[in-house]
Structure formats: structure tokens, C-alpha cells
């Protein structure tokens, strides 16, 4: 734990020598690793191709790091406490050990089912340990995991399994979700009638729901491990092998692969979690996202256990049985770090102080705050009610892209500022660009957020399709990596995140594009054209307004809108149906055919009284139809 700030002039020192000399503070961290051979060069970069290696021909193997190294001083100790959706139902304590034994044995069962090395393998589970053991066996064996979210649709699943040609897919009979069971098993079927790379699929018995297992494809998890040896010899990566691809929403339709490598994010999270977290041995740490996020893969998986900590995972939802039972979690298992969303937080907030009284709450030190940015009054709630007022409010920014926490305060150590993501951490050279590309240089700035010097984790390619990784992150500012997200630099040099600059929305956290949720709503065989924006949402942050054109033909206003919903829901999934949609005769147009959204996300956002200069659109007159409609929408 020698990487460890613990003060703020310690923090000032780190971060002056991550940018003197990158690659003796890199290098240093690195060699608390365990390699089978050290790097011959720490980082070769140039961001116009892109190109970013770190740890050049370094070789390992992340799970090493991650089992092996810490069963001699933390093998009794606990790696995974699991509290199921059902109150009722017993914990589930995994210690390191019999993590390890976990992990090699199904390495093995995979290789058993022929899972070579470079195979993608996708995970389309519930939140068990079986899935934190599915992404460590595939990173054993040096398989590729993309974990899907499991509450995305067979449409979703089968555009990924397609795109990423994988071979395997690991998943389970059904999902617990609060009063929820989720037939999952049969998504993954459905997925798979129109996908031809999957060979096998191992199925783990949750539930109890009635599957039907394909013969020569399905093989139940128990069947797949009975009789495998728990002992497996890693496979030797190199630094930049593939370690997973996660698909994740942009501003063009379709989802891209964002590939991370095994070397980097390695190192990454584990400095990155340590640092902000302040974990202290034996502290019991728990994020509540799902492990089909980022969030889940570096915070939950990979850098709790690669740091040896204790990290908490729960199979449910927060309103489950009751509004109480985050609270519950955190007196039951004497959490001392969590790590929540600004959405679980309003939703709480909404039932008061009530649900929070049968609780101590005595055991936290950290609360975290990821996902969208977090406005100050529910920073207050969460700081007040949660914390105590004594515990230190981490609001983490970062993305899919960055592999780990970017900019956030180091718990204890960094003076915060209510819905403010402070400083960056060390590692991290920040710049805020005009739109014309300019540096916007000294304090009370604002404009958008680059990064312009690779830190371990950054992602290294869109799978499959290099250029667009080139074009949507290093070509809107030549040299720089652009994050898509507005930001401003205040007097006292502090961060603080405006949201997306660009076409994506930010609903409860998940990322979406706009594109691809009006690629799902025309899908309807009503629907000529439609536009979707964001706009301000109690709870979500931001909900979806989608403004469409359509058919009505023997159709009632309030059946389409619903079959709209269940379109959305069937192609993308639940988080993206349209919380408002608005049927419309046009869209506001420029003369070149392009929907000019700035208007429509005046109107969704209800400030009508300026509209800007509409003179040049194809039909002004359509926004004044459009304004008034708005009023009767839902
Ligand atoms: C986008 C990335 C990183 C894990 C979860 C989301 C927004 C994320 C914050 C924050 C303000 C935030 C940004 C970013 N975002 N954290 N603390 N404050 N905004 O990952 O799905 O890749 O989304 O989420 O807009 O670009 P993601």
C-alpha cells in the first residue's frame, strides 16, 4: 500500500511527478506487480492514429495478481461477501482461496469446452460470484470477456455476439430482481437464432425457471465443472493483449467495443481504487452497480480484488423489500466504502429520512458518487443523511473509455465541494478546449473536457474498427483525447462536469445515444421519422423526449405511444423507452436536412421563450406547432 496519498501536499507532490516524469512514476507503481517480465519501455504513445502501448512487452497475467499474490497473506480472508435479492436467502462468503480454486476451475471447464486464448467469450449473467468467476476464468486463460448487461434485449445481445464474433456465452437459467424473476436463458435462445458464432453455452442454474438446453450446445455450470481440477497455470499476456471488450453507447446507432488491455488496467484500477477509496485492510467495500458497466468491471471486480480487498456484491435492487435496504446492507456486513449512483440516490431521496432510521450507519468512512453529475441538493441528502456529515463524498468522474476514476476527490484528503469532481488524479493531464480548438489556459474556464497525455487505462481500439475509435475520441481536437463532456475549471482550479457536449443522454446513469434510440423507435412500421433528446428528470438526471412522425391510421394516440415503448424496449431494453413522446407533423430542419436539436431540447426542456434564430429552416412553422403540442405531452 506504499502508492498511497495521504495528504494534500502528498497528493500536489504525486501529481507534479506523474507529469514531470511519467514513466518513473508509472514505472514504479508497476513494479509492485507481479511479471513474469518486466516492460522494456513504460508507455510509446501518439494519439493521431491512435496508438498507446504501456508496459511495452511486459508480460503477466492480471488474475496472478489478483489470486496467487494474495493467498498467502489474505487466503482466509474474505474476497467476495454476496447479499442475494431476497433478504431471506443465505450470504455467500468467498474467501480468497476458494476464489482462486473457483477461478481455475472453471479456466479449465472453459478450455474443456474449447476456449482458446483471443476467443471472445460474452457474459450475460446475474449478479452472483459465478460472474466475477466468469470474467477471472476467461482472464486466466487469456480469453476476451464482454459482459452484457442482463437487461438488455436478445436484439442488443445478438448485435454484440455478432459484432464481436465471440464463441461462448456464459449465462443463467433466470435473474432475481426485486419481486422480478427474469426468464434470462431464453433471451439468450432467442439471441442466438440469428447469430452463427457460438459454439457453446453454459448455463448457471439460478432460479429455477424451465429451460430448454440445446443438445451439443447448452451445458449446464454444475455439469461443466464436476470433476475439473482447481488448480490451472495461468496463461502468460502480454501487457497489450486483449483483456475485454465492452460495448457501450456513442453518438453514431450502433454501440462500439471498447477494448481494454490486460497490463495498464491493471494498473490503473488498482492505483486508482486504492487512492480514492482510502481502503484499509480489512475494511469492507461495496459499489452497488452491476458488473455489465464499467463501473462494475474496474470497481467491483478487478480493483477491490487486485488491491485484496473485501468487495461486496448485491444481486438486487435498492427498493427491495423495502426503500431501507441499501442501509440494511451497509449495517448487515459493516460497510465502510460505498459506492452508489446519483439516480439510487434521488430515488431514496424521494422516501425521506424514514427508511434510513433503523440504521447506525456507523460503519461508513467513504460515500461515492459515479455516473452523471450529482446536483448539489442530493449531494447534500447523501453527505447529511448517508454520511453523517462526517463522511468524505467521492463524486468520481470517468467513462467506459478511461478504464478507471479520472477525476475525483481522494477521500479524507482532498477538500470537496458539493457537485464538484475536484482535482484529477495523478496520471491525469486535463485541458479544456474552445470549440476551435484552442487550450483554454488559468482558472474559471469552461469548455470541453480533453485529456492530452495517455494514462494506463485508456481504451485502445474500438473492436473491429480502428477508425472509428480514431474519429469519435482523437479527431475532433488534433493531439488531444476528447471525452465528449462539457466541463469548468472554477477560481480555485476545481472540476466541475456540465454533462455531454455531444448526442448522448445520460438516463439513471446508462449511457445512451440519441441515434440509437430513434434507430430502435423507427423500427415501428408507423413511424416516418422521429428525434430524441434529453431533458432535466428528477430522478433519472435526464429522461428521453422523442418527437415523432407518424402514421396514425386506425391507431389511438395513446396505443402508438405504447407500441413505440414496446418497440424501444424490445430492441434496445427497458432503460431506454421514451419517458415522453410527442407526436408531431414535422421536425425543425436546416436547409442541408439536418434536425436542428437545439431547439427540440429547448422545447423538451420547456424554455420556449427564446428560440434562437429559426429563419433559416427548411419549416419554421413547424416550431410553433411543435411548442404548443408540447404542452399536453406525456
Ligand atoms: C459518462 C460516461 C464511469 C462509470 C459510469 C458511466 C458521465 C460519469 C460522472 C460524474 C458527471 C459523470 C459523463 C461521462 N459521468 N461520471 N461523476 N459527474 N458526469 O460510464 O457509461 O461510460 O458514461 O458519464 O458524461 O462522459 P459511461
Redesign the pocket.
Known amino acids: 500500500m506504499s502508492n498511497k496519498i495521504q495528504t494534500l501536499s502528498g497528493y500536489i507532490h504525486e501529481y507534479q511527478k506523474s507529469v514531470q516524469d511519467p514513466d518513473n512514476f508509472w514505472g514504479r507503481i508497476a513494479d509492485s506487480f507481479y511479471w513474469h517480465k518486466k516492460w522494456d519501455r513504460v508507455v510509446d504513445w501518439d494519439f493521431e492514429k491512435p496508438d498507446v502501448k504501456w508496459f511495452v512487452n511486459g508480460k503477466l497475467n492480471i488474475t496472478e495478481n489478483l489470486l496467487e499474490k494474495h493467498l498467502f497473506l489474505l487466503g482466509d480472508k474474505p474476497a467476495i461477501i454476496w447479499e442475494p435479492n431476497d433478504p431471506k436467502e443465505a450470504v455467500r462468503t468467498i474467501t480468497y482461496r476458494e476464489l482462486y480454486e473457483m477461478v481455475c476451475q472453471f479456466a479449465n471447464a472453459m478450455k474443456a469446452q474449447g476456449v482458446e486464448k483471443g476467443d471472445r467469450v460474452i457474459i450475460y449473467m446475474p449478479m452472483v460470484p459465478e460472474a466475477a468467476v466468469a470474467m477471472l476464468a476467461c482472464a486466466r486463460i487469456g480469453a476476451v470477456h464482454s459482459v452484457v448487461f442482463a437487461g438488455f434485449s436478445a436484439k442488443s445481445l445478438a448485435d454484440r455476439i455478432e459484432d464481436c464474433q465471440a464463441k461462448m456465452v456464459l449465462t443463467s437459467d433466470g435473474n432475481f430482481r426485486g419481486d422480478k424473476k427474469i426468464a434470462v436463458k431464453k433471451v439468450v435462445d432467442e439471441a442466438l437464432e440469428n447469430t452463427s458464432s457460438v459454439e457453446r453455452v453454459i448455463v448457471l442454474k439460478r432460479t429455477g425457471h424451465e429451460v430448454i438446453m440445446k443438445d451439443g450446445r447448452d451445458i449446464w455450470w454444475s455439469d461443466a465443472i464436476e470433476g475439473v481440477s482447481k488448480e490451472n497455470k495461468a496463461e502468460v499476456m502480454d501487457a497489450e493483449d486483449m483483456l475485454f471488450i465492452l460495448y457501450?453507447s456513442g453518438s453514431t446507432g450502433k454501440p462500439k467495443g471498447v477494448v481494454h488491455t490486460c497490463g495498464g488496467y491493471m494498473v490503473y484500477t488498482t492505483y486508482s481504487f486504492q487512492n480514492v477509496f482510502q481502503y484499509n485492510s480489512g475494511d469492507v467495500y461495496w459499489c452497488t452497480a452491476d458488473i455489465g458497466?464499467?463501473?462494475g468491471h474496474s470497481y467491483i471486480v478487478y480493483g477491490p480484488l487486485l488491491a485484496g480487498a473485501t468487495t461486496l456484491m448485491f444481486e438486487g435492487v435498492p427498493t427491495y423489500p423495502n426503500p431501507g435496504r441499501f442501509w440494511a446492507i451497509c449495517d448487515k456486513h459493516q460497510v465502510n466504502q460505498f459506492y452508489t449512483a446519483p439516480t439510487a440516490i434521488r430515488a431514496l431521496q424521494v422516501f425521506g429520512a424514514e427508511p434510513l432510521k433503523p440504521y447506525a450507519l456507523d460503519s461508513l468512512k467513504v460515500i461515492g458518487?459515479?455516473?452523471?453529475?450529482?446536483n448539489e441538493e442530493a449531494w447534500h441528502w447523501y453527505h447529511d443523511h448517508v454520511g453523517k456529515g462526517k463522511c468524505p463524498i467521492v463524486?468520481?468522474?470517468?467513462?467506459?473509455?478511461t478504464g478507471g476514476v479520472m477525476v475525483s476527490p481522494i477521500a479524507g484528503v482532498t477538500p470537496t465541494k458539493p457537485s464538484y469532481?475536484t482535482l484529477p488524479l495523478p496520471g491525469v493531464q486535463l485541458a479544456i478546449l474552445d470549440n476551435d480548438g484552442n487550450e483554454l489556459k488559468g482558472n474559471s474556464v469552461e469548455g470541453n473536457l480533453c485529456i492530452k497525455f495517455p494514462w494506463p487505462s485508456i481504451l485502445r481500439t474500438t473492436y473491429g474498427d480502428h477508425e472509428r475509435c480514431r474519429q469519435t475520441y482523437f479527431s475532433s481536437f488534433k493531439g488531444y483525447y476528447f471525452?465528449?463532456?462539457g466541463v469548468k475549471r472554477d477560481e480555485d482550479g476545481y472540476y466541475r462536469?456540465l454533462?455531454?457536449v455531444d448526442d448522448v443522454i445520460?438516463v439513471s446513469?446508462?449511457?445512451m445515444g440519441t441515434a440509437e434510440v430513434e434507430n430502435a423507435i423507427n423500427e415501428h412500421p408507423k413511424v416516418v421519422e422521429s428525434a430524441v433528446v434529453g431533458y432535466p428528470h428528477d430522478i433519472k438526471g435526464q429522461g428521453i423526449y422523442a418527437y415523432v412522425i407518424c402514421d396514425m391510421e386506425g391507431r389511438s394516440e395513446e396505443n402508438l405511444k405504447n407500441e413505440i415503448r414496446e418497440t424501444v424496449n424490445k430492441i434496445i431494453g427497458p432503460i431506454a423507452k421514451p419517458d415522453r413522446i410527442q407526436i408531431v407533423s414535422g421536425l425543425p430542419k436546416t436547409r442541408s436536412g439536418k434536425i436542428m436539436r437545439r431547439i427540440l431540447r429547448k422545447i423538451a426542456t420547456g424554455e420556449t421563450s427564446n428560440m434562437g434564430d429559426t429563419s433559416t429552416l427548411l419549416n419554421p412553422d413547424v416550431v410553433e406547432e411543435i411548442i404548443e403540442g408540447a404542452a399536453n405531452v406525456s
Open positions: 457501450t458497466w464499467i463501473t458518487s459515479v455516473g452523471e453529475p450529482i463524486d468520481t468522474w470517468w467513462q467506459t473509455e469532481a471525452t465528449g463532456d462536469i454533462g455531454r445520460n446513469g446508462h449511457r
